[in-house]
């Protein structure tokens, strides 16, 4: 399976190319592109900054940009906290896209988007403030709305971005559960 893996606001870290290799060990192709072009933040606030400084439109055209050669074979898009808002916006709208895996992060969804049953994969912290409960409430809606086939995870008491080990937000335990279902929803697909 050929997968598009984005990175959050806080750039292209170590722990996405950790995620990157653990899908490729598995068997897949792994895309990872650099969106912030070698710049990465040792905090959120810090990797919002570089976000708004290079725009969201700018972002969402080079993940577009960065899709485009490898959309045609059918994507898995996956993404971490902002990377899956980006790798959401991009499934929704490529007809061709085979699943959306979602990590720490999902995306408002256009009026009229819809797909033929796009399963699609979240793994969330529980609570997030960035992805409270109303909201993810609504999203689900939404999406199951849209025709997506969704599965929901949350993780009681684990931070933010849980899954990079890097970060105050890790929680090991959580991280290898997320893993655990994440690489069996991608065999599925």
């Not at 709305?145 to 929901?152: I, M, N």
Request: glycine share 8%; proline share 5%; charged share 25%.
């Amino acid at each position: 399976m050929d997968i598009m893996l984005f990175h959050s606001a806080q750039g292209l870290r170590p722990a996405v190319h950790a995620a990157a290799d653990r899908l490729r060990a598995a068997g897949h192709e792994v895309h990872v592109p650099d969106l912030y072009d070698g710049r990465t933040a040792d905090t959120v606030e810090e990797g919002m900054k570089i976000k708004e400084e290079i725009g969201s439109d700018e972002l969402l055209r080079r993940a577009v940009a960065a899709s485009a050669p490898h959309s045609e074979r059918g994507l898995l898009y996956a993404g971490f906290s902002l990377g899956g808002s980006l790798a959401q916006n991009l499934a929704l709208a490529d007809e061709k896209a085979r699943g959306l895996l979602l990590l720490h992060g999902t995306s408002d969804i256009a009026d009229g988007a819809t797909v033929d049953d796009l399963p699609v994969q979240l793994h969330v912290a529980d609570p997030d403030p960035f992805e409270p409960h109303d909201w993810l409430n609504a999203w689900y809606l939404r999406m199951r709305r849209a025709g997506a086939d969704v599965e929901v995870f949350r993780y009681a008491g684990a931070g933010h971005l849980y899954t990079d080990p890097d970060l105050p937000d890790f929680d090991s335990e959580a991280a290898e559960q997320t893993w655990r279902v994440a690489l069996g929803f991608v065999e599925s697909l």
